[in-house]
């Protein structure tokens, strides 16, 4: 345990500054990390650069018997994964011993979208004060862009240009990307960034330029985002649950739906892999499938 305590900060910033993870993510890896090394110390194992795929594979069999979901065991396999990059980069081991090592399937959801007449709903709840303002800018934001929470939160004013019409935005991998926004959402933003930006900064000092403030005029919180959608979510009338990740996926769906091709969408969205936006094409699939058995006369 000692070990992992010696590696454990540089493996943190190595998450950060190489990988580009947020915080919560680097801490995240570094508590599965953690609780491997826990395993290793009860089976005897005291060298964490020692592990082989044997402790590797024993480690997945304790996680299934433990009732760990599969999302929940590949999480912490990649984590696994990660850390041991992190050491032979670093000279402390010799090899990978997760690397290879089959991670259990994950069955396949259904994506989770809302309609057009829902997200119209929706973005009609926030009304003109000051909240209102701050709120409609955010919500339209996610729906045209498809931006991921921790990116909407780590925008500055800076990466918005309201004449021309796009946001620049960093991704998990670091790459920069640019994504043009509809009439609405610079309507949305430019009433915000020129006026209710402003109030909630009350005469308080601009310190870090953030684009999104709560009222204490510092820069939004994920909680912050997340109450907010709930709030709007009740007053719409819209059973269903609507987290960030579901306006991400509905702006995806939509673009899909209206003939965006994949490879625009994969940028637009920020993935490295490609098969991570194909997952939306089965949507598509879906709704073409259901058009032809209600026009198709032999359907």
């Known amino acids: 345990m000692q070990e992992l305590a010696t590696h454990s900060a540089a493996f943190n910033e190595y998450l950060r500054a190489k990988k580009k993870l947020a915080a919560c993510s680097a801490d995240a890896y570094a508590r599965d990390v953690g609780e491997f090394a826990a395993f290793l110390f009860e089976r005897g194992a005291v060298v964490l650069a020692h592990a082989c795929r044997a402790d590797v594979a024993a480690y997945l069999l304790h996680l299934k018997h433990g009732g760990r979901s599969a999302s929940t065991v590949n999480r912490k396999m990649a984590s696994i994964r990660a850390f041991y990059r992190f050491m032979l980069s670093e000279g402390h081991c010799a090899e990978n011993p997760a690397d290879e090592m089959k991670s259990p399937k994950i069955a396949k959801k259904d994506i989770e979208y809302l309609t057009v007449e829902e997200v119209e709903k929706l973005l009609a709840q926030p009304n003109d004060g ?121 702006f995806a769906v939509h673009m899909v739906q209206n003939g965006a091709d994949l490879k625009s969408l994969q940028e637009l969205l920020g993935h490295e892999d490609p098969t991570a936006t194909q997952v939306y094409l089965s949507v598509s699939k879906n709704r073409i499938k259901d058009v032809y058995d209600y026009a198709h006369p032999r359907a």
């Not at 862009?145 to 021309?164: K, P, Y």
């Not at 985002?225 to 609507?242: F, P």
Request: charged fraction near 30%.
């Open 130 to 250: 000051i909240k209102g303002v701050r709120d409609r800018a955010i919500l339209e934001l996610l729906y045209a862009t498809g931006m991921r929470v921790s990116e909407a939160i780590e925008t500055d004013t800076e990466h918005v240009n309201l004449r021309i019409g796009f946001v620049t935005c960093t991704g998990e991998h670091g790459k920069a990307r640019i994504i043009p926004l509809g009439r609405p959402a610079r309507a949305a933003l430019e009433e915000y960034i020129f006026d209710g930006r402003a109030k909630l900064l009350r005469g308080r000092m601009d310190k870090d330029k953030a684009l999104f403030l709560n009222y204490s005029g510092g820069r939004i919180t994920r909680q912050g985002m997340w109450k907010l959608i709930r709030e709007y979510t009740v007053a719409a009338g819209i059973e269903s649950k609507i987290t960030p990740q579901i306006l991400r996926n509905s």
